[in-house]
């Protein structure tokens, strides 16, 4: 099973601090023996961009960056009414844990 995490390409809020869109980039990779300095430690590695298609167990609502490239975006229709990054951040993890197809990475695991 594909190792999956996420990245936010942007985060909108209004007036009052609530967010209101966020455009998410999903990733696959892998754990590898990375080596810096001479040492070499296993991380987690980004293989390749997701696409619109590879997500299918998520809706279609996505925005077009200006690489062409498609973001997952999310409202408040999807996420209610949240202030913090940490709530966005807990909210994305349940949609990572949504797919069958991947795993989570480590740190972006689904904890109720």
């Known amino acids: ?13 209004d007036d009052d601090g609530f967010i ?3 455009a998410v980039r999903f990733y696959e990779g892998d754990h590898q023996p990375v080596t ?10 980004r293989a390749k961009r997701l696409k619109k298609n590879d997500l299918k167990h998520l809706d279609d609502k996505y925005v077009k960056e200006s690489s062409g490239s498609d973001a997952k975006l999310y409202t408040q229709a999807d996420f209610g009414q949240i202030k913090t990054d940490d709530e966005l951040r807990a909210f994305l993890n349940g949609e990572l844990a949504k ?7 480590e740190e972006q695991k689904w904890r109720p």
């Open 1 to 13: 099973m594909a190792l999956t995490d996420y990245k936010f390409w942007y985060i909108r809020r």
């Open 36 to 45: 810096v300095g001479g040492e070499t430690s296993i991380k987690y590695v």
């Open 99 to 105: 797919d069958s197809k991947h795993e989570a990475i």
């Open 20 to 22: 209101t869109e966020a």
